[in-house]
T-cell receptor, first 115, second 111 residues
Framework: NAGVTQTPKFRVLKTGQSMTLLCAQD?????MYWYRQDPGMGLRLIHY???????AKGEVPDGYNVSRLKKQNFLLGLESAAPSQTSVYFC??????????????FGPGTRLTVL | AQSVTQPDIHITVSEGASLELRCNYS??????LFWYVQSPGQGLQLLLK??????LVQGIKGFEAEFKRSQSSFNLRKPSVHWSDAAEYFC?????????FGGGTRLMVKP
């Protein structure tokens, strides 16, 4: 199993450009998440999905959109990139949202720089 | 809303010394608590978690954590640190379909 994979690993954008980050998981997980990581702030949840076709806002959703058309994929879109969106983006997935077996599995991250 | 505070941004310990990383949380109900570790350039790996029951939880790589409800704390400990433990450590609380993370503690290990 590859676990959680993210594409691309690195990207440089100019202000105003758009892009899509792809997250894929092969563990048949229902829940998927997008986070951003900034120095000193830990990881902050952008959007999440509790199943195919459903999405919800997290802590810092502004400037981002997401889609979950297939259970195994979760896409994060930036329609008009801004320098404040320079960050490392992590995707995660989990089997469910509750219970003692709960655990989020993380991808390796995408480093995005917006000039 | 829940929150997590990790008071120590950086900690340096000598190899072989003991380690304690602090974590304080704010949440109204019984929390689900986690510790994750992140090596440079990598994703996050789960070290251990607490849901209920025994307040002393054992994890991977020789780590343990103790849940203290009266202090709203979930401190991570290791009796003898190895150079390979140098990484960033994150405490997190789960509620409302979300994991809320602390700001992280970066651990450096001196030879």
């Amino acid at each position: 199993n590859a676990g959680v994979t993210q594409t691309p690993k690195f990207r440089v954008l100019k202000t105003g450009q758009s892009m899509t980050l792809l997250c894929a998981q092969d563990m048949n997980h229902e829940y998927m998440y997008w986070y951003r990581q900034d120095p000193g702030m830990g990881l902050r949840l952008i959007h999440y999905s509790v199943g195919e076709g459903t999405t919800a806002k997290g802590e810092v959703p502004d400037g981002y959109n997401v889609s979950r058309l297939k259970k195994q994929n979760f896409l994060l879109g930036l329609e008009s990139a801004a320098p404040s969106q320079t960050s490392v983006y992590f995707c995660a997935s989990s089997y469910s949202g509750a219970g003692e077996s709960y655990e989020q599995f993380f991808g390796p991250g995408t480093r995005l720089t917006v000039l | 809303a829940q929150s997590v505070t990790q008071p120590d941004i950086h900690i340096t310990v000598s190899e072989g010394a003991s380690l304690e990383l602090r974590c304080n949380y704010s949440y109204g109900a019984t929390p689900y608590l986690f510790w994750y570790v992140q090596s440079p350039g990598q994703g996050l790996q789960l070290l251990l978690k607490y849901f209920s029951g025994d307040t002393l939880v054992q994890g991977i790589k020789g780590f343990e954590a103790e849940f203290k409800r009266s202090q709203s704390s979930f401190n991570l400990r290791k009796p003898s640190v190895h150079w390979s433990d140098a990484a960033e450590y994150f405490c997190a609380v789960y509620a409302g379909n979300m994991l809320t993370f602390g700001g992280g503690t970066r651990l450096m290990v001196k030879p």
